[in-house]
């Protein structure tokens, strides 16, 4: 599981860059996941189907947060290198 440390930084996400935004990573987290047998119960709200089922109040707060994880000395500290 990846750092969320600077994450706000970032202009791609996941292993192949398929997510553009924050929005998009939540996007997926929230309406983008299938049912199984390994789905943790907190992913799965009756009646409202399978995901975060965050409001778009929630995925903003949410974002809000993430920006929170944004360490500018982490990133000037050279021998780390770039993010
Ligand atoms: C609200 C909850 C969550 C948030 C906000 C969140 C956020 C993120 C973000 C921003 C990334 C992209 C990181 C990057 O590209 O470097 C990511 C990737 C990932 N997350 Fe989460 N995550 C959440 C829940 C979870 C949970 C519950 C799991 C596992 C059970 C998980 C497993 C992973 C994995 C394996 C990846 C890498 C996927 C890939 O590289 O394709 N995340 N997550």
Do not use: Q, W
């Not at 998009?24 to 907190?42: C, F, Q």
């Not at 949410?62 to 360490?71: G, Y």
């Amino acid at each position: 599981m990846p750092t969320l440390r600077n994450a706000a930084l970032r202009s791609s996400f996941m292993h192949d860059g398929r997510f553009k935004s924050l929005r998009e990573v939540i996007e997926h987290y929230n309406s983008g996941a299938k049912n199984s047998p390994t789905l943790d119960a907190i992913m799965t709200k009756p009646g409202k189907g399978f995901g975060l089922c965050l409001s778009e109040n929630e995925i903003d707060t949410l974002i809000a947060f993430l920006h929170t994880l944004t360490d500018e000395d982490f990133l000037s500290r050279e021998e780390l290198g770039p993010p």
